[in-house]
């Protein structure tokens, strides 16, 4: 089955610096990479996603990466502020196929203000 | 904007008591996904459902276990004979899955067995 790692497990940035988070996946027919933010005591958000045909794609603050041959995508975040503070979670699965999403085990992330 | 809603939110129960977990997922997903997360550690995968059956169970997923979609709109996970260590943050999700979307979370079910 699909293993994800993820790195590093916790990460602390000073506001207006930049962090990012890797995670490598082992099944080459993982297709879909969503980032999920999850709050303290909250239910995960979508933050960002990358389907495999993509090898990079941005929204604001927030890009993706996939390195579709090394088997890694990481996500950046620009301008850190002090509610980007949460734990971070990647995931890989396949799009339509209802199979599930193997999550990574989080990064948590600490802006120091 | 459509979400998945779950209840209750928070459910104590006796070790050895069956609970029933409650999810809406939206409506026009076709495929229903349970996640758990133990506090602190990652999301894990339990079982996901599809066309009225279960289309993946992970090894959690054991004979403790059972979901089913008894209306059009509810899909429920059963938790027969509940353990201490199946205390966990229960997430349901949803998604529609066709040319691929994400899956939406629930806020979760804070379950405590003592």
């Known amino acids: 089955g699909e293993n994800v790692e993820q790195h590093p497990s916790t990460l602390s940035v000073q506001e207006g610096d930049s962090a990012v988070i890797k995670c490598t996946y082992s099944d080459s027919a993982s297709n879909y990479f969503p980032w999920y933010k999850q709050e303290l005591g909250k239910r995960p958000q979508l933050i960002i996603d990358?389907?495999?045909?993509?090898g990079e794609k941005k929204d604001q603050r927030i890009a993706v990466t996939l390195n579709k041959t090394a088997k890694h995508f990481s996500l950046h975040i620009t301008e850190t502020q002090p509610e980007d503070s949460a734990v971070y979670f990647c995931?890989?699965?396949?799009?339509?196929?209802?199979?599930?999403?193997?999550f990574g085990t989080g990064t948590s992330l600490t802006v120091i203000p | 904007e459509p979400e998945v809603t779950q209840t209750p939110s928070h459910q104590v129960t006796q070790m050895g008591q069956e609970v029933i977990l409650r999810c809406v997922p939206i409506s026009n997903h076709l495929y229903f996904y349970w996640y758990r997360q133990i506090l602190g550690q990652k999301v894990e995968f339990l079982v996901s459902f599809y066309n009225n059956e279960i289309s993946e169970k992970s090894e959690i997923f054991d004979d403790q276990f059972s979901v089913e979609r008894p209306d059009g709109s509810n899909f429920t996970l059963k938790i027969r004979s509940t353990k201490l260590e199946d205390s966990a943050m229960y997430f349901c999700a949803s998604s529609r899955d066709r040319g691929g979307t994400e899956a939406f979370f629930g806020q979760g079910t804070r379950l405590t067995v003592v």
């Open positions: 990358i389907r495999s045909n993509v």
């Open positions: 995931a890989s699965g396949e799009l339509g196929t209802g199979n599930q999403f193997y």
